[in-house]
């Protein structure tokens, strides 16, 4: 114990000198960052998702209860991690809707804090390095997701943290902190235990660490995550979120196999394609080195075992890249060894850091312009909430697949046809069934487009609102898109007696 305390206190003696002295380069950096992600993508945030934490948030300042609706504790949100942060964070600014863009720009900042002190430790020019960082401070998925609110810049920070544990991983101190790193990750995205098992497999098959090892950092990371286990069990009767299941896990496996695979190819192909390329050519030779094989191997068998898992457990979901942001840095340490340890001339590998540069803005500025276009949702979203607010009353009950917006804004009860906030839908939604879900808990309006044949058997149903507009839906990597109408009603339940 006290050869660990001695290596972290020289660690972190380091660790300030270093950051002391190169204070300026990261300012400039994140300041970089800070302005290009705010005119790209400062326009995306505060989607629907991350409404559903603001008003997990609202509840437990204000009622001291982890719910979505009032008095039904329910594990509808995917990372506690994440909960208590914006937690604390509102209750230190008192504004729960400016505490999620705060919190990912946090994020996003710490992690070119990283990725400065892994590059700050490769033997690189400094040229060099300082392209490579810009590199990753253009990141078109870091650039997305700093504003948006949700754990995904949180998920880029900590696999961010564990790449420079990987980079530095023949020192003590790295190696105790790669399980307690994990456990954290786990805590922000639970199928990072996917990348955990991988990257033990990794480490033992490369002789890096012995099964005594193995079993210390299962047991760190353990203690970690079990205070939550046991509390979300007790608390919520589950270990796991509930949109796992509602997501797609409860039903049949695959049944979308292919649409998520070709999505997800076009994920790491559209963003990381020069990348990529160049990892693939270099794995035809061989590597010079543990600290390549272990860092290919890792992000090879990552993306693999994440796109299998997503591709067959999502069935009700499309697959968003926010999903892929505990991978995509692994992806950057694999192309740094290759850089580091490669015999490339210096020359050739600043023409392709500033080839890759290019790439990340012109595919940045591509997308964010087609977001901006396909916006339109979120117009008639503000218009259903005002409507529900003006002609609703504050007891009643809205079905509505999009839960959080309206669930924070109008302060209704929410019945979720999915499953997130009220999981027991989910067996009714397997027998196609929903609608005597519906019948027992007798929901005064349904917002969205539904299958109204066996609900008309309980109720009365009765159109009385419509919304319409015109949105363009543009596929999420190609350039042209097509204008088609967008329409959600509005139905009235009268339910019959029984």
Known sequence: MQQIESNLRSWMKILYLSINRSMLPIIVFIVIFLITSYLTYGFFRLGDDTYIYVQYVRSIIEHGEIAFNSGEPTYGFTSPLWLFFLSVISKLTGNYLQSPHLLTLIFSSLTIIIWFIILQNSQLKNSIKYLFLLAVVLDPN?????????ESSASFFFSSAIALSLHNFDRKFFKHLLPLLFGLFFLTRPESIIIYMILITVLLKLKKINTKDMAK????????????????????????????????????????????????????????LLIISAILLFSFFKWNSNK???SFYITIFSIICLTTFYSLSLNREIVYARYYCMVFPFIYLVLLNILAEAQIEP???????????????????VFSNLTKENYEDEKIEDDIVLWVKANTNPTDIIVRSRIGKIGFLSKRKILDPMGIINPQIIDYNKKENSAEYFSIIKPNYLIGTFVLENLARYAEVKKIKEFNSVKSLLPRYMILGKRQSLTVPVYKLNWYSQ
């Open 217 to 272: 950092m299962l047991t760190v990371s353990l203690i970690v995550v079990l205070p939550w286990l046991i509390f979300s069990k007790i608390y919520f009767g589950s270990f796991l979120p509930t949109t796992i299941s509602a997501k797609g896990a409860s039903y049949l496996w695959g049944s979308r196999f292919f649409v998520h695979l070709f999505d997800s190819i076009k994920i790491f192909a559209g963003n990381y």
């Open 292 to 294: 390549q094989k272990v």
């Open 142 to 150: 870091l650039l997305k997701h700093s504003y948006l609110g949700m």
């Open 347 to 365: 020359n050739y590998k600043i023409y392709y850091l500033s080839s890759i540069i290019l790439y990340s803005i012109i595919i940045s500025l």
